[in-house]
C-alpha cells in the first residue's frame, strides 16, 4: 500500500495540470471592447433662407457728359472738380459777346418785320397792297421772331449749365480753350450717385434649377423679402444700407451663359462710387426641411462622395454617402443621407472605423455660423 500512493500521485498529476491549463484567465474571463471617445453633433430640420453671393459692380444711376451747345473761348470753369452739383447750376462761361450781338440785331430785325407787317394790315384794308405783299411781310414777322428765339438760346447756352444733379469729376478743359458746338469729347461729366445701380450676373443653369425648385416645392418664395439685396464690399466688409432688386435682364449673355441682375442700393454718404467690385446677396427662397451638417463632420472619399460617421442607437458607428446642395455659412446643406435627429460624428474622426463602440458626447468644436430661421 506504501508504494501505491506514489504511483496514483503521480498518475493523477498531468490531469490536473492539463485542468489547470484550460482554466486560463484570457479564456475564463474575455476582454471587453473599449469604446473611443467622440463628439457629435444633433442634426435638425428648420427653415433656412437660401442666399446666393453674386458678383457684381456699381454703376451711377445716371450718367451725364457735359459738352457745349454753342462755339467759343471757354471764360470761366464755375465748379469745384468732385464737388456735388444741381441740376442747371452754371458750370462754365463761355464768351458771350459774339452771341449778344447776334441777339441785338435780331432783336433789331424782329421790330423791322413787325412794323412792316403791321403796316401792310391797315393798307390790305384800303386796298393800298396786294394779299400777297401783305402774307410775306407776315411771314417775315415770324422768320424774325423764330431768329430772335435763336439768338436768345444761343446766348443762353454761352452759360453752360450742369445737366442733372449728382457728383462732377475733373474738368477736361481749362480757361482760354476753344470749345466747338457738337464736339466729341466731354468738357467735364456728371454722375447720380444716390442711389446707385449694382449689376450682377448669374449663371442661367442656377437660375433655372431655382425655378425647378420653386416649382417642385422644394423652396417656398420669401415673400416681400425676396427682393432685399445685401451687399459685401471688396474689402469684405458690409455695406451697411438693404438694396432691392429690380430685375433681370431679358436675354442671356451668350460669352458667358448668365444673366444680369439690376439691384438699386441707396447711397447718401456716397460710400459706393461706379465701377467698384462688390459681392451681392440675393434671396432666392426658404427650405422649410432644411438639414446642416457641419462642414468638419463631411469627408470626402476617393470617389469625391461627402461621406459622413453617424452614431447608430447602440452607439456604434455607420458610414454614410450625403448628397450636399451647397454650403451655407461653414455648414453642407444636406439633400439625403442623414435624418433630422441622427448624430454625426465631428470630433474624433481619425479613431473611428466601421461598426466601432464609440463613446458619445456633444461637441465642443461644432458652432454653426448661420442662421437657421427664416429671416
Known amino acids: 500500500m506504501k508504494r501505491l500512493f506514489p504511483l496514483v500521485l503521480a498518475a493523477g498529476l498531468p490531469l490536473s495540470a492539463l485542468l489547470l491549463a484550460g482554466c486560463s484567465p484570457s479564456q475564463a474571463q474575455p476582454k471587453a471592447a473599449t469604446a473611443v471617445k467622440v463628439g ?39 465748379f469745384t472738380e468732385g464737388s456735388e452739383v444741381k441740376q442747371g447750376q452754371p458750370l462754365y462761361q463761355i464768351d458771350p459777346r ?105 449663371p442661367v443653369t442656377r437660375l433655372l434649377a431655382l425655378k425647378r425648385a420653386l416649382k417642385a416645392g422644394d423652396l417656398q418664395t420669401a415673400g416681400a423679402d425676396q427682393a432685399e439685396v445685401s451687399l459685401t464690399l471688396d474689402d469684405g466688409s458690409a455695406y451697411p444700407l438693404k438694396g432691392t432688386l429690380k430685375f433681370s435682364e431679358v436675354s442671356v449673355d451668350p460669352g458667358t451663359g448668365s444673366v444680369t ?6 447711397n447718401p454718404e456716397r460710400a459706393l462710387l461706379p465701377g467698384m467690385f462688390v459681392h451681392a446677396q440675393v434671396k432666392e427662397g426658404v427650405r422649410e426641411q432644411a438639414l446642416l451638417v457641419p462642414q468638419q463632420a463631411i469627408v470626402r472619399d476617393s470617389r469625391g462622395v461627402a461621406t459622413a460617421w453617424v452614431i447608430t442607437a447602440d452607439n456604434h458607428v455607420e458610414q454614410r454617402d450625403l448628397q450636399t446642395l451647397r454650403t451655407v455659412g461653414n455648414a453642407w446643406l444636406v439633400d439625403s443621407g442623414v435624418q433630422p435627429g441622427e448624430r454625426v460624428i465631428t470630433e474624433g474622426l481619425q479613431f473611428v472605423q466601421a461598426d466601432s463602440l464609440v463613446d458619445a458626447q456633444p461637441a465642443d468644436n461644432v458652432q454653426l455660423h448661420t442662421a437657421l430661421t427664416a429671416n
Do not use: C
Not at 261 to 266: D, E, H, I, S
Open 98 to 202: 459774339t452771341y449778344v450781338a447776334q441777339q441785338a440785331r435780331a432783336q433789331a430785325n424782329l421790330r423791322s418785320a413787325r412794323n412792316l407787317a403791321q403796316r401792310y394790315g391797315r393798307l390790305l384794308q384800303a386796298h393800298a397792297v396786294s394779299q400777297q405783299q401783305y402774307d410775306d411781310a407776315v411771314a417775315a414777322w415770324k422768320q424774325a421772331e423764330a431768329d430772335q428765339r435763336v439768338a436768345d438760346i444761343n446766348v443762353q447756352y454761352t452759360q453752360v449749365l450742369a445737366p442733372i444733379t449728382g457728383r462732377i469729376g475733373r474738368s477736361a478743359v481749362t480757361e482760354g480753350a476753344l470749345v466747338t458746338d457738337g464736339q466729341s469729347s466731354a468738357m467735364a461729366t456728371v454722375n447720380q450717385l444716390d442711389p446707385i445701380y449694382v449689376d450682377v450676373t448669374q
Open 261 to 266: 441682375l439690376r439691384a438699386v442700393f441707396p
Open 40 to 78: 457629435y453633433y444633433e442634426v435638425a430640420a428648420a427653415p433656412l433662407t437660401l442666399t446666393t453671393d453674386l458678383p457684381g459692380r456699381t454703376a451711377a444711376l445716371r450718367v451725364a457728359e457735359v459738352r457745349p451747345q454753342v462755339a467759343g473761348i471757354l471764360q470761366r470753369r464755375l
